[in-house]
Nanobody, 118 residues
Framework: QVQLVESGGGLVQPGGSLRLSCAAS????????MGWYRQAPGKQRELVAGITSGGSTNYADSVKGRFTISRDNGKNTGYLQMNSLKPEDTAVYYCYADVTVVGSIRYWGQGTQVTVSS
């Protein structure tokens, strides 16, 4: 079994920065992809950013140029650096990891609240 523990959320003023971490532990053979979704009240869940084991990244248009996703494969940990935060970034952020043996299984972190407000 794999567990994901994420951290780094909090309250920040517009224009500020936060860094989210997502650490995977347990029975891990290989993590193909990691990333974050977010969900705000009354809004659809959306993919924020993702990264593959080879380093390929993708971002939602709304965060491109402001957020940077990275990973440390040796530590099975992903990071989401969030800069120039806006009030519309306010949401619960859930990290995921796609763990591969033969097929893949997606695991989820517990979520962390990000609130951007003056």
């Amino acid at each position: 079994q794999v567990q994901l523990v994420e951290s780094g959320g909090g309250l920040v003023q517009p224009g500020g920065s936060l860094r989210l971490s997502c650490a995977a532990s347990g029975s891990i053979f290989s993590i193909y992809a990691m990333g974050w979704y977010r969900q705000a009240p009354g809004k659809q869940r959306e993919l924020v950013a993702g990264i593959t084991s080879g380093g390929s990244t993708n971002y939602a248009d709304s965060v491109k140029g402001r957020f940077t996703i990275s990973r440390d494969n040796g530590k099975n940990t992903g990071y989401l650096q969030m800069n120039s935060l806006k009030p519309e970034d306010t949401a619960v952020y859930y990290c995921y990891a796609d763990v591969t043996v033969v097929g893949s299984i997606r695991y989820w972190g517990q979520g962390t609240q990000v609130t951007v407000s003056s």
